[in-house]
């Protein structure tokens, strides 16, 4: 298995640019979720799913989009990027439609708004 | 709503040294995660409490969960420098909420 992916690893946007930040898992998790992680602040929690078709805010959801059509995919969209939107986004997946076992986080992308 | 603090921000011990890391919730938890995240890696899963006054151990690692379930704590014996690292506590009441986390640095 691969566990949970995150595509790109790096990006540098311009200020008002939309992108969309991949996530996949293979591991056939009914939970997944969105961090973003700033120096200082852990991890604030920005969307996350429960299963397909499901998905709810977190935290810190402004300027964000999230979709689940899969039990597979959830990616993250910026609609319209800010500078303070410049973070670590991790990619997260736990089994039982809770967030109450295990999360495996991906590897990161690390986005750069100027 | 649910905030979840850790504390101290920064620790930095001498190889052999004890270190701990303490969590404390606004409301009372159903169970709270511990996870370590190295330099420029991402967050691993450690350990879970889920009992009220439950403790874990984890070789030199020990976990505890209090008696009101609205703090945590983390206590490594004799650090390694393969202890290094940034170690979170996230509580969960409805959703998941991070602790900033404790960066651990270890001298040799």
């Known amino acids: 298995n691969a566990g949970v992916t995150q595509t790109p690893k790096f990006q540098v946007l311009k200020t008002g640019q939309s992108m969309t930040l991949q996530c996949a898992q293979d591991m056939n998790h009914e939970y997944m979720s969105w961090y973003r992680q700033d120096p200082g602040m852990g991890l604030r929690l920005i969307h996350y799913s429960v299963g397909a078709g499901i998905t709810d805010q977190g935290e810190v959801p402004n300027g964000y989009n999230v979709s689940r059509s899969t039990t597979e995919d959830f990616p993250l969209r910026l609609l319209s990027a800010a500078p303070s939107q410049t973070s670590v986004y991790f990619c997260a997946s736990s089994s039982l439609g809770q967030p109450q076992e295990t999360q495996y986080f991906g590897p990161g992308t690390r986005l750069l708004v100027l | ?108």
């Open chain 2, 1 to 108: 709503g649910q905030q979840v603090m850790q504390i101290p921000q920064y620790q930095h011990v001498q190889e052999g040294e004890d270190f701990t890391t303490y969590c404390n919730s606004s409301t009372t938890l159903s169970n709270i995660q511990w996870y370590k995240q190295r330099p420029g890696g991402h967050p691993v899963f450690l350990i879970q409490l889920v009992k009220s006054g439950e403790v874990k151990k984890q070789k030199r690692l020990t976990f505890q969960f209090g008696e009101a379930k609205k703090n945590s704590s983390l206590h490594i014996t004799a650090t390694q420098t393969t202890d290094v690292g940034t170690y979170f506590c996230a509580g969960n009441n409805n959703d998941m909420r991070f602790g900033a986390g404790t960066r651990l640095t270890v001298k040799p």
